[in-house]
C-alpha cells in the first residue's frame, strides 16, 4: 500500500509564494516519476510540473519561470514551489507519483486548496 499526503496550500496575496509538499509513505521500491496538477472549479484536471527520478523537470507553459518541482529521495518527497501567484491559480493541488511497490502504479494525494486573492 503506498499513500501521498500533499501539505502546504492556503490563501495569499497575488504576487506571493507558497511552498506545497508532498510525501509518499508505503511499501515503495522505487518512485520513477513524480508529478503535480491541479483543478479548478468546473474545469479538467491539468498537469503543471513533472519530475523524473533522473531530476529531469518539465513545466506547464502557465506556470515557467514562476513554479519549481523538485524532490528529496531519502525522504521519498517532493516539493512545489510557487512564486508570483495568479489568481488564475487557484484549484486543488494534487501530487501524483508513478511508483513501484508490489507492482508498478499511480498513486494520487488527496489534494491540497491554494487560493490566491486579487
Known amino acids: 500500500q503506498v499513500q501521498l499526503v500533499e501539505s502546504g496550500g492556503g490563501l495569499v496575496q497575488a504576487g506571493g509564494s507558497l511552498p506545497l509538499s508532498c510525501v509518499a509513505s508505503?511499501?515503495?521500491?522505487?518512485?520513477?516519476?513524480m508529478k503535480w496538477y491541479r483543478q479548478a472549479p468546473g474545469k479538467q484536471r491539468d498537469l503543471v510540473a513533472t519530475i523524473t527520478s533522473e531530476g529531469i523537470r518539465n513545466y506547464a507553459d502557465s506556470v515557467k519561470g514562476r513554479f519549481t518541482i523538485s524532490s528529496d529521495n531519502s525522504t521519498n518527497t517532493v516539493y512545489l514551489q510557487m512564486n508570483s501567484l495568479k489568481p488564475e491559480d487557484t484549484a486543488v493541488y494534487y501530487c501524483?507519483?508513478?511508483?513501484?511497490?508490489?507492482?508498478?502504479?499511480?498513486?494520487w494525494g488527496q489534494g491540497t486548496q491554494v487560493t490566491v486573492s486579487s
Open positions: 508505503g511499501n515503495i521500491f522505487s518512485i520513477n516519476t
Open positions: 501524483n507519483g508513478y511508483i513501484r511497490s508490489k507492482y508498478l502504479g499511480s498513486y
